[in-house]
């Protein structure tokens, strides 16, 4: 119930995580939609201004065009009336502004091709009517003015200049039509502008309405999550009491069980073997009541009285003793091995290079008995643990180790650690005989050996290896093929932190 | 001799079978001395204290007591024993248990116990510890009982 509870609060938390952020994106996207629109927006404003101002510029070139072949044509006809220089130079002044009028127009309409092509007609015109004006001017000023009169009146200049008249209000009303057009388009950008802006704002409204919305929800669920967290926290303390509770309750029944053994088991064995020696001594009597009644009396003693007492008695006690005494050996190993768990662990930094040498120093004699090497990898890891353990834990490792070398070939055992995170590995390897697989879990277990029964021993000192690893907080495993030596892992934490069950 | 018979031997011990082999390998050792056997505690410290014949109303003693009984634990009758308002506090007392709990003899040395012997399931080790336990009784000096 509590770890459903939990998933629930957690599934819940990384979907409203999710909402929020989507929320946000999609607020962010919307102001983004907005701003682009905007920066859009102006930039067609810009443009449009620039347009509308263009317009205006052609409107005003092409009227100060027109107003320019106005004023030549007006003091061209002066002049013809009245040949006063004041027409003439009237004349020269406006003659001269047309041609630039007419440039500056090209300039400002060069991108627009019908009216590039109108304003090409103008400058044709322009060029004609200038000719045919200069032509009735120069006969003004050779006071021909008969004859100027009469070839303004054939050279048809009027009607050129109404031709042209035509071109430039065409161009003007052009020019309009293109600003109606450009003013139609601003609206629309406008329009389209307000819509995306209005779309924008209620886009960041309602991410705005939501995320407030989620985030009332999720506060809401905090709270009563952390509500619902101490709750269990609470509870959690109470478990973990009561599991000390019963595991210190455990070790007590195991430690009473170990005494019980002790007492119970031996009771009976003291009186087995009491009573045997006894019954020994009385076989012993028997014997020698046979052996002189045979010799003064043979007729009364049968054979089967004297195979009982030469031969069946001393079997059997014999038997009874071997088996009280194996059974007092495993007795005591469990014994041992319980003990072991009752002892309080000091824990304190070890060097375990030193201990290491110290143990091998100890083996040494065994080492040169079997033509064996202990080569110790420096510097293998200091750890903070109890001493005496681990000493005994990598004694009955390398003793191991050196019993069970292949005696055709010369022994070879590797001590080397490392460190693991928190946890120091320490690893005794050989080229020893090898543990078949099969049996490498029932190597650690208490009177299990594996192999041929060879060496001595009652298959107790990896059990007690094992125990006391377990103790430290640590775990052992071996990897091992029947044949080529084993290898023993042991990992120990590298700070051993003494249990509650160890006060006394 | 007559000095040591007079002091008893009051065995507390509720396995027939030790009982009989330690009786056994105490007269082996030519120790003659009277011995009261009990099995359980509560008999045994009625003996001791009330008895006409028990030793705080008649002569030295000593203990001979096992830790293991079926009424009451053998360091409970130590404790009683050796209670400073105890008449037999000053009784030597033989502790001999199947016990070789470093914790359990510690306990008992500080109740006042003044052997601790360990059974041990080898005959022949339990043979000669009781048989110099019965040297030593032929040659300790059992005090009398204050009253």
Request: net charge negative; glycine share 6%.
């Amino acid at each position: 119930m509590v770890r459903a509870s939990n998933v629930f609060v957690g599934d819940r938390g990384r979907r409203t995580r999710r909402l929020l952020i989507a929320f946000t994106i999609f607020g962010f996207l919307s102001l983004i939609c907005a701003v682009i629109a905007a920066g859009w927006a102006i930039g067609q404003t810009r443009d449009y201004t620039f347009w509308v101002n263009h317009t205006y510029k052609v409107e005003q070139a092409i009227a100060d065009f027109r107003v320019a072949a106005e004023r030549a044509e007006t003091a061209r006809r002066g002049y013809l009336v009245n040949a006063q220089p004041r027409f003439r130079m009237n004349y020269d002044q406006a003659a001269s502004t047309l041609e630039p009028a007419l440039d500056r127009l090209a300039g400002l309409i060069s991108d627009n091709r019908a009216e590039v092509a109108r304003v090409g007609v103008l400058r044709n015109g322009l060029a004609e009517l200038q000719q045919r004006r200069a032509r009735t001017i120069a006969l003004v000023d050779a006071n021909r003015m008969g004859d100027a009169i009469r070839v303004f009146r054939e050279d048809g200049s009027g009607a050129l200049m109404d031709r042209m008249r035509t071109v430039a209000k065409d161009m003007a009303v052009a020019e309009r039509a293109l600003l109606a057009q450009r003013d139609a388009d601003q609206q629309s950008i406008f329009l389209t502008f307000e819509i995306v802006l209005g779309v924008a704002a209620a886009a960041l409204l309602l991410v705005i309405v939501l995320t407030a919305l989620t985030m009332m929800r999720y506060v809401r669920d905090l709270s009563s999550t952390s509500e619902r967290l101490a709750d269990l926290n609470e509870s959690l303390e109470d478990a973990v009491n009561e599991r000390t509770a019963d595991l210190t309750r455990a070790n007590e029944e195991i430690q009473r069980f170990a005494y019980i053994i002790s007492h119970d088991l031996r009771a009976p064995l003291v009186n087995v073997m009491g009573f045997t020696a006894e019954l020994d001594a009385a076989a012993h009597s028997v014997r020698e009541l046979i052996d002189h009644a045979e010799k003064i009396a043979p007729n009364i003693v049968t054979e089967e009285a004297r195979l009982a007492a030469r031969e069946d008695l001393p079997e059997a006690i014999g038997f009874i003793r071997t088996s009280t005494q194996k059974m007092d050996v495993l007795i005591n190993a469990i014994l041992k091995l319980s003990r072991e768990g009752r002892r309080v662990l000091a824990p304190e930094l070890i060097d375990t290079d030193a201990l290491v040498g110290k143990i091998g120093e100890t083996l040494q004699h065994r080492l040169d008995e079997r033509d064996a090497e202990l080569i110790v990898k420096h510097p293998l890891p200091e750890i903070v643990s109890d001493r005496l353990a681990v000493d005994q834990i990598l004694s009955n490792v390398i003793d191991n180790a050196i019993k069970y070398l292949q005696p055709d070939r010369p022994g070879r055992i590797v001590v080397s650690g490392r460190i693991e995170g928190i946890r120091a590995i320490f690893e005794v390897e050989d080229n020893g005989r090898g543990i078949d697989p099969r049996d490498h879990a029932r190597v650690f277990d208490l009177f299990r050996r594996s192999g041929p029964q060879d060496q001595p021993g009652e298959g107790i000192g990896l059990a007690h290896v094992r125990a006391l690893v377990y103790r430290l907080g640590g775990v052992i495993d071996v990897t091992s093929e029947l044949g080529s030596g084993a290898s023993f892992r042991i990992s120990l934490p590298q700070t051993l932190i003494k249990a509650q069950d160890d006060r006394k | 001799m007559n000095d040591h018979r007079s002091v008893s031997i009051v065995m507390i011990e509720d396995d027939e079978g030790h009982a009989r082999l330690i009786e056994k390998n105490i007269r082996r050792a030519g120790i003659l001395n009277d011995i009261r056997h009990f099995t359980d505690g509560h008999s045994a410290l009625d003996f001791l204290y009330n008895s006409p014949q028990g030793p705080a109303l008649n002569g030295p003693a000593l203990v001979l007591l096992d830790l293991n009984l079926p009424d009451m634990s053998g360091t409970d009758i130590l404790a009683r024993i050796k209670d400073d308002a105890s008449p037999l506090k000053r009784t030597p007392v033989v502790v001999l248990t199947t016990t070789d709990d470093k914790v359990e003899i510690q306990r008992c040395y500080d109740l006042g116990c003044n052997v601790y012997i360990t059974k041990p399931v080898n005959y022949e080790n339990f043979a000669q510890a009781i048989r110099q336990l019965g040297l030593f009784l032929s040659v300790i000096q059992v005090p009398e009982v204050d009253g």
